[in-house]
Nanobody
Framework: QVQLVESGGGLVQTGGSLRLSCAASGGALRTYGMGWFRQAPGREREFVAGISWSMWSTFYADSVKGRFTIYRDNAGSTVYLQMNSLKPEDTAVYYC?????????????????WGQGTQVTVSS
């Protein structure tokens, strides 16, 4: 069974940067692409960024455009989320997910494999 493992979270000051990684193990993913979501305490999980496998197209939430970049390695086994100019409102548990269902990248219902999450905390 394919597993996704995130890493790279931590504590950073406002304006700082972090790079999250998501590695797949245990087999090949049957996927249309990968996405990053986040969930802050007391809030619903929200889409952050996505990347398609076929066209390498990228998608971003308005709240992170211009600050975050999603990309993958050439082998397609690891997906990264480079986060710059971090703000306290970026504090959340970040999850990577594999999009195994056709449709838009913004809805979490299109994703069928999820990682365990990594905590990102931005101090003011």
């Amino acid at each position: 069974q394919v597993q996704l493992v995130e890493s790279g979270g931590g504590l950073v000051q406002t304006g700082g940067s972090l790079r999250l990684s998501c590695a797949a193990s245990g087999g090949a993913l049957r996927t249309y692409g990968m996405g990053w979501f986040r969930q802050a305490p007391g809030r619903e999980r929200e889409f952050v960024a996505g990347i398609s496998w076929s066209m390498w197209s990228t998608f971003y939430a308005d709240s992170v455009k211009g600050r975050f970049t999603i990309y993958r390695d050439n082998a397609g086994s690891t997906v990264y989320l480079q986060m710059n100019s971090l703000k306290p409102e970026d504090t959340a548990v970040y999850y990577c997910a594999s999009k195994g269902i056709m449709g838009d990248f913004y809805s979490d219902s299109r994703y069928d494999t999820w990682g365990q999450g990594t905590q990102v905390t931005v101090s003011s």
